[in-house]
């Protein structure tokens, strides 16, 4: 008894698996193809379901903003509240008709400095970019670099900062929040960009979602990270978002600068 005991454990000097263990083990390689299986549903589901909650732009917005929606969408998926940012930004894009207003203005003081240090005298070719293909141009920027960075969902106020810093430079907005006054046109775009966040867009993302996360904590960064994306100052040229928004829009520049001289 001994001896065939022994045999069924051992076969040419080799310890081998006794017949239970062996079908032991080919139940759990079923049962790990099965939870593979199941896992790849799993993934499959959230897919779906993630590009099911992608919140539906209006018809007015173009092809082109409607698929930088999307990889925003895909960077930001976990932050509804960002999502949503980005989501009524583009629609004001559009709302505000920022096709028929050139992208560089001369109101504030600073508003043409960084572009005349770019570009010299030749800065003011740059007003026949409109201001929906710039403010595209340096969102597109923005999403590419946060991604070829390999750390995109950490820098989603960055993104979002790059798509509103200059919506102040819209006529329509201007007249929204600042009516048609002598005081319309004294304040800087950078300037009026913020009051955008604050008096119009914030007041409708809070009557739309509060995901208890950032709707509170990220407003005021955002705004200051807009309001200051032509740095004053030492502190401000060191801020790392700052410096973010300062280099896709400088790249933009150069891209549209390029474009126009090619033409």
């Known amino acids: 008894m001994k001896d065939s005991q022994e045999f069924n454990n051992n076969f040419a000097g ?16 079923l049962v790990a193809e099965i939870l593979i299986e199941i896992r790849e549903e799993i993934e499959e589901m959230e897919k779906d379901n993630l590009e099911f909650l992608i919140p539906k732009l209006n018809e007015n917005v173009s092809e082109r903003a409607s698929k930088l929606f999307e990889k925003a969408f895909s960077i930001m998926k976990f932050k509804p509240s960002f999502v949503y940012m980005v989501k009524l930004g583009i629609e004001d894009i559009f709302k505000y008709k920022f096709s028929e ?26 007003s026949k970019i409109n201001l929906e293909d710039h403010t595209l141009n340096v969102f597109e920027n923005a999403l590419n670099m946060a991604e070829k960075s390999g750390r995109a969902s950490t820098m989603s106020l960055s993104i979002i900062a790059s798509l509103f810093h200059d919506f102040g430079k819209s006529s329509k907005i201007k007249k929204e929040l600042l009516g048609e006054g002598m005081q319309r046109g004294t304040k800087a775009h950078a300037e009026i960009s913020a009051l955008y966040l604050q008096d119009l867009l914030f007041l409708k993302l809070y009557n739309i979602i509060d995901d208890g996360y950032s709707i509170t904590e990220a407003t005021e960064r955002l705004e200051f990270l807009v309001k200051n994306h032509h740095p004053a100052n030492k502190d401000q040229k060191e801020d790392l978002e700052i410096a973010f928004i300062v280099n896709v829009d400088h790249e933009a520049r150069k891209q549209e600068f390029n474009s126009l001289r090619s033409k």
């Open 101 to 126: 207003d050139p992208s560089v203005t001369t109101v504030g003081g600073g508003d043409t400095a960084h572009l005349q240090k770019m570009f010299a005298t030749r800065f003011t070719d740059l």
């Open 14 to 29: 080799r310890k081998i698996l006794p017949i239970k263990t062996v079908e032991q083990l080919v139940a759990s390689h």
